[in-house]
Nanobody, 119 residues
Framework: QVQLVESGGGLVQAGGSLRLSCAASGSIFSINTMAWYRQAPGKQREFVASITSGGSTNYADSVKDRFTISRENAKNTVYLQMNSLKLEDTAVYYC?????????????WGQGTQVNVSS
């Protein structure tokens, strides 16, 4: 059984920083893309950032130059460093990963971690 467990959410003032972590555990053969999505109240889940196993990254325009995604392959962990946080960054942040227990890989989601940005 594969699990993705997020941590690092919380309450922060606008302009502040938070670092989210997501660790994958279980019988993992390989992990391809890892990513972060978020869902604000009353809105659809949206893409935030992704990183491939080789380190290539992609960001939503709304977070570019403020958020940085990184990963430690040896720890099966992905991070999201969030700087210059804005009120509109308030959301539940979900970790996503394409993981192969046996090939081919399939998608897994974490349970989500709440990020609240206050004025």
């Amino acid at each position: 059984q594969v699990q993705l467990v997020e941590s690092g959410g919380g309450l922060v003032q606008a302009g502040g920083s938070l670092r989210l972590s997501c660790a994958a555990s279980g019988s993992i053969f390989s992990i391809n893309t890892m990513a972060w999505y978020r869902q604000a109240p009353g809105k659809q889940r949206e893409f935030v950032a992704s990183i491939t196993s080789g380190g290539s990254t992609n960001y939503a325009d709304s977070v570019k130059d403020r958020f940085t995604i990184s990963r430690e392959n040896a720890k099966n962990t992905v991070y999201l460093q969030m700087n210059s946080l804005k009120l509109e960054d308030t959301a539940v942040y979900y970790c996503y990963a394409r993981i192969a227990v046996v090939p081919p890989p399939r998608a897994y989601w974490g349970q989500g971690t709440q990020v609240n940005v206050s004025s």
